[in-house]
């Protein structure tokens, strides 16, 4: 009896550069304007095919039951939608804390979808990915589109950006923070007006989630000016701001060492850990969807 086949794949995570409330559609989602940054940091998948049609997570975070987990839900989509009787099992290295607001989950479940598509022999195309994906969440098919992206819609809708070279300073607050709760708050703008174009500057935009965020969580806010004043001297190319809903912020810059120095002062403050990773411009699984 030959050993199951296993894949070992990155998943990994994304900044939101910007992030616009630009509305809120009749079903309650938020339609929105943000620069998706896929980064050279994230987590790990493990698939193993298996015999029979189970689809089973043996690894992964504690505080997401199994069935409520993205890479599960991914693999038994691509199962029913493509008819496809042989199992999986699934194991979810973190490294990308949850509730974070680096797309963690989401990225699990691209990266699952790209690893079935090859390890099943599906041979879906990119566009077919994405229509799948999108049934798991917004964030999931910028993972499979896989290119630096502006998105629109509900985020869905994606447009390749280029960018420099750069390198984001990432602090990660201790603390989870909801994505619905965040969205739902009373004080959040619905209505930041549509850049238009697809031209920006590094500087461009802000965070629209950002000052509900912080302050319901002061974690972010002590971060965020940890990492300011760290990052005072060094000429970011993007000042301190959150990514995504929280909590991680982020600050960029053109040169990894002084990116490096800035993550060693912003530590130095005692607000909290964090990690250098350089802008991605190609996701490392671009290869596994179909032409």
């Known amino acids: 009896m030959s050993p199951p086949r296993v894949l070992t794949l990155p998943a990994p995570a994304k900044i939101n550069a910007f992030l616009h409330v630009t509305g809120r559609r009749t079903d309650g989602y938020h339609t929105l304007e943000t ?27 504690a505080e997401v039951p199994p069935d409520d987990d993205l890479a599960v839900r991914a693999a038994r989509l691509m199962q029913r939608s493509c008819g496809v009787r042989r199992g999986v099992a699934i194991q979810v290295r973190k490294t990308i804390p949850v509730g974070g607001g680096l797309g963690g989950g989401s990225s699990d479940a691209a990266t699952v979808l790209l690893g079935l598509n090859r390890l099943w022999r599906v041979g879906l195309s990119r566009p077919a990915l994405m229509a799948l994906a999108l049934e798991l969440g917004a964030d999931v098919p910028f993972f499979i589109f896989g ?52 031209v920006f500057s590094e500087e461009f935009g802000r965070n629209d989630l950002q000052a509900v965020a912080a302050a319901r969580f002061p974690e972010i806010a002590a971060c965020l000016e940890a990492l300011s004043g760290a990052a005072k001297m060094a000429a970011p190319a993007m000042a301190p701001r959150m990514s995504g809903s929280g909590a991680c912020v982020f600050a960029a810059f053109g040169a990894e060492g002084v990116a490096e120095q800035v993550l060693f002062r912003a530590e130095d ?23």
């Open 35 to 61: 620069l998706f940054v896929p980064i050279a940091r994230g987590d790990v998948i493990v698939l193993a095919d298996r015999e029979g049609g189970g689809v089973a997570r043996i690894e992964g975070p």
């Open 147 to 198: 290119e630096p992206a502006l998105g629109r819609g509900i985020g869905e809708v994606l447009s390749a950006v280029s960018l420099p070279p750069t390198w984001f300073v990432v602090l990660t607050p201790r603390v989870t923070v909801g994505t619905a709760a965040v969205f739902a708050a009373r004080e959040l703008t619905h209505h930041s007006p549509s850049a238009k174009i697809d």
């Open 269 to 291: 403050a005692g607000c909290c850990s964090g990690f250098v990773a350089r802008a991605l411009n190609r996701h490392p699984l671009w290869g596994f969807a179909a032409p």
